[in-house]
């Protein structure tokens, strides 16, 4: 089988490292092609990633037609018309997360795709990385009795610049990064949440709080089957990029992530150092290899993606929820908005049979 | 100067504690009785402690008058009380927390104590950990610049018996067990909660369910400030005594507690194996003891105990606050119900000149 | 039964350790008596430890005869004729390690003691860590198999004051700090050390290297049924006391020993920053505790003490061995000295059902 | 610039790992061709590296006459011809290590590579793992002070096949394993190992001992400057692949390699576990792309290895001190063998300058 050729649309600092992970890391795909309008921006992926074509706009990449499948790193309110575009054309689509700025561009999304008949795969990075994937197996076994409470984190070193941290742009904080721990905790819990309450605010940088988004925000959550959660999102977690996860249980608890990097220690007259990672890929380096694997994976054998797109619809209408909660001071229930499909709702959680279990549970 | 003769009011667990670490563990003080009407723990007491009086009520030690000072650690429905008679007597009183059921009760026993120019002093044992004190430290150097999120966990390892759980006897779970992450939280933040928002369920314990209070709860918390704050108490930590607390500055952070005691670790094929602290007394033995010198200590030479009343009193109003949001499933103020006495609440604030380090920064 | 009324000789670093411990943790005990010729090191015991006699020599405090029994920490030089002295006057020992210089030393401690009927423990402090303890359930539980290989590390932060270090007064580097972990190895791989290799040099310190003794030395040994260890002893280990061991079997290991003291750790821009047990009272004041206790206790009961008199003198030949190895240059086979006790040597063994589990195994 | 042609000599455990990374993780490098004289393995290799030419011995491959480099993983007793016949060929080289079972092989290769005018690096794993490389930079800025003792363990899971333990195949289990913690240390401490002792056993495995290798095996080491240092090596570490090196200096210490490999901790009544490095691509997967990528660069870019032959040849050299010593039965003094080189020996130190700083200090 030929190799699958892809491209990167939007190489700022993750579509760069996407770019690098199809040039370097992926089996049974090449990198041909990538979107920038900046020769500057051009030239260093190509001093990363090898040559490949540099288009200025999606437009002159679909036009040059020598792509099957692509990475949509732009900007999140540029990925509903990207995935609609690259549909119309036959080319199937990675796209990060959050799939759009709200449920009825995720809607747009999915249909075009599933009318186009392409795969459409959203980037939930994190359930590939292998301290996940062994803490959702922990929990499939059984090794921690029944979930009841879910904590996480997720920090980033620095503020965002304000043209990102625009609501219009992003989403915000809580549909930015609050995202990863929606989804996380719905797959390791395997149920829904079905109700939010945020406390928030722009803490810190004027930047972020000037275009009207948060940089510090805690959310409670409630699940359908009465179990809690905790999130907590942050912009300035200065001492490293701090994706944590815990999940407690009725017999014991699971806790992914730590901080350490680099193997080693140095021990003088103040204490013991050592560092922490640094950026998500730093952390997240070979999930995101998996992840461009398992979609490469599955354009070659035609199967479904591991990642369904009514689980990044379900997340986007969480991520909604609790930043409504931020604008109205109280609990909000997850709307997701779509009632006649109440049963596709239900397969938008990642792992279906955990219910089961959790019924046979006094929970 | 001749030593400091002390009972212990109530040997059940931690009372238990409390009369070992008198009876061995403390400087210029004696346990010269304790009460209790159970001629078995009567004996178990003796054989842990030495011999002392034993009295089957308070009335009788009273009585005998041979007492300077005690601790009491009944069940939280009779310290009011306790703490009154105390008072009466001229005795210098280590309540348990929390103080009281309500702050009517926190009153009553403020002003019997100050009536009768007696010490009370409420057990906030975490205050005196090393980790905690080092924790207040840092943040008070600076270290994390301001703090803008606390994220804290107080899990116990089994449900208490329904008897105790019973919402009139303790109060109930935040009461009872998140009481130590809203003092923890204020005491590090130097800030007041302001607002709390409570998720809870009674997820696992049938006893707990039966008796109206929940085993499972998480808080988001916003500070007077700005800060932001989020706590999780669970009855169902079976893999250990949970106490962890962590800060997030804006130029790092401090993380208490971790998950080993015994210094050694086995390897085997399955992995690296280590214990975690199974009780209160196994995380922060060390703590009760420097707890109790502290109140010896104060008794002995005449001062202030280090943990205020009214920071004993607010930290009730924010417990009942958290505890009325589960009942009314919304965000609830926290009202310390004193108006005439603002002032006085500013000094329940375990550290009043770190607002104006805040005030000098951005928050 | 009425305390036992104890006396410290010498109150050095370790001795005021030991009348602190008397006086403030042990159950059974009293602390009636110091020895210094200090008015100075005097007014400092009797500030931490209470009220107590003081007499410039033993002579005087054996003259006052109000002792029942002592915890010798005079400079190992004077260790034997302390215990004659004190063996003779009928007073039981707890004897800080090594008991002698040499094996003469210890022959005629060990028959002075027995001459008097009277008790003589040898300070092996590290087998009453719960880490160590532990460890020897590990092992003894079969849970690492067959141990084959125990790797040790003794550091202390700084190098003592020449006049210590000199042979002549306190054995050396050997003898002094690698003989805890002679012992330690010893009775975790239940087996005797018969050969010795020491590279060893005054690498830092000119007090020390003006005295003859080294600073730094690493030690291989073989054990009687082929077992190998290594052992390592630094007075430069400036990041702490440093006190590990590990031990490797043919199905697991045990690790002994960790950097971390307080639990708090900071995160900040530069990594993770946590502290280190600074001195031996830090990582091993619960074991020094238990130590004073079982002595105690075995006065009280009249049993024999838990480390035997023939495991401290077999652990003075392994240090005696390692220390001459240094000169010769040569591995050196340990002697014990004693043919004709040789079933006594084997008792020596701290656990002398091991062999029998060894022997069954391929070893 | 066109990419290096490379192949892999020997497909084995290790020969498979470098085939895939270069396949899969190599800038500036294709894998056109392997040597396996096994269809089955050829099959494997396909299966994982994509399409390649198979030949079943290394003269196919140089008659087929199309590659520019090879990596060379066959057994050692077979490298020293392996590397004639490949420079004969004009064909760059990446030998595992160690590069000769004696001296003269080594002289043999070395010479070889420098009248072919080709490169050849031998694979110091170990040296471009980011631990390691943080370690020396650690060092080199003075953060621990003069080191005056390494501490080092090489662990493998599991005993070698007989027919591998074989001296006269692999050089036994000090050439074969123990040979990085000598490369580490020398490459760390900055100074020459002038004089090595060894305990060690055929303690656990029968095979190991039918052909007379040992299976663990602790080493003393003298440094010229005087620095100390010792050395484990077992094939029973049945909990990991336990890579650990820490050194000790006068102001601190490092502390290289730690035991956990997936990011997640399980947490129930039996305490915390978690998992551990299975193998060495698990611990050094990294390092093993970053060594291969210096080799390739190296190439295109025709500069020196970042691994000199003589820093090879040097630790070839105190291996076979130490196997000798196991033998005799006491310290050996590493003999390099060529008196008429000593200036070039002095430059098989990987960093020459160390010295200046160690001669400025007191050791």
């Given at each position: 089988m030929t190799d699958v050729r892809m491209a990167v649309i939007g190489v700022g600092r993750i579509g760069l490292t996407h770019a690098e992970t199809v040039a370097h890391r992926t089996h049974g795909a090449r990198l041909v092609a990538v979107t920038t309008s900046s020769a500057k921006r051009a030239a260093e992926v190509r001093r990363r990633c090898g040559d490949m074509a540099v288009y200025p706009t999606l437009d002159r990449l679909l036009e040059a037609g020598e792509v099957d499948a692509v990475v949509i790193a732009s900007s999140t309110s540029a990925h509903v018309e990207n995935v609609e575009r690259c549909a119309a054309a036959g080319i199937h689509m990675l796209c990060e997360k959050p799939l759009a700025l709200d449920l009825e561009g995720c809607d747009r999304a999915i249909a075009a795709a599933e009318a186009a008949g392409v795969k459409l795969m959203v980037g939930h990075m994190q359930r590939f990385d292998s301290g996940y994937v062994e803490a959702k197996r922990f929990i499939q076994a059984g090794a921690i009795g029944v979930p009841v409470i879910v904590r996480a984190i997720s920090g980033d070193m620095d503020p965002p610049p304000a043209s990102f941290a625009d609501l219009s742009v992003s989403g915000g904080l809580l549909l930015d990064s609050m995202y990863h721990d929606f989804y996380l905790s719905r797959w390791l819990m395997v149920d829904e949440i079905v109700r939010v309450y945020t406390e928030a605010g722009a803490l810190i940088d004027e930047g972020v709080r000037s275009v009207g988004d948060v940089d510090n925000a805690v959310v409670s959550a409630r699940f359908a089957?009465?179990?809690?959660?905790?999130?907590?999102?942050?912009?300035?977690?200065?001492?490293?990029?701090?994706?944590?996860?815990?999940?407690?249980?009725?017999?014991?608890?699971?806790?992914?992530?730590?901080?350490?990097?680099?193997?080693?220690?140095?021990?003088?007259?103040?204490?013991?150092?050592?560092?922490?990672?640094?950026?998500?890929?730093?952390?997240?380096?070979?999930?995101?290899?998996?992840?461009?694997?398992?979609?490469?994976?599955?354009?070659?054998?035609?199967?479904?993606?591991?990642?369904?797109?009514?689980?990044?619809?379900?997340?986007?209408?969480?991520?909604?929820?609790?930043?409504?909660?931020?604008?109205?001071?109280?609990?909000?229930?997850?709307?997701?908005?779509?009632?006649?499909?109440?049963?596709?709702?239900?397969?938008?959680?990642?792992?279906?049979?955990?219910?089961?279990?959790?019924?046979?549970?006094?929970?």
């Open positions: 089957g009465g179990a809690l959660g905790t999130m907590t999102a942050s912009r300035v977690t200065r001492y490293g990029c701090d994706l944590r996860t815990e999940v407690i249980g009725d017999e014991g608890a699971v806790q992914v992530g730590y901080f350490r990097q680099t193997p080693v220690r140095l021990l003088d007259r103040k204490g013991v150092h050592h560092d922490t990672p640094q950026s998500t890929p730093d952390r997240m380096g070979e999930a995101l290899v998996r992840e461009l694997q398992a979609f490469v994976d599955c354009v070659r054998d035609d199967t479904d993606p591991p990642v369904s797109t009514e689980d990044a619809r379900v997340t986007v209408a969480v991520s909604l929820a609790a930043t409504r909660s931020i604008r109205e001071g109280r609990p909000v229930d997850v709307e997701v908005g779509r009632p006649e499909t109440m049963a596709r709702r239900k397969s938008g959680l990642p792992c279906s049979d955990g219910g089961r279990q959790r019924r046979d549970k006094k929970v």
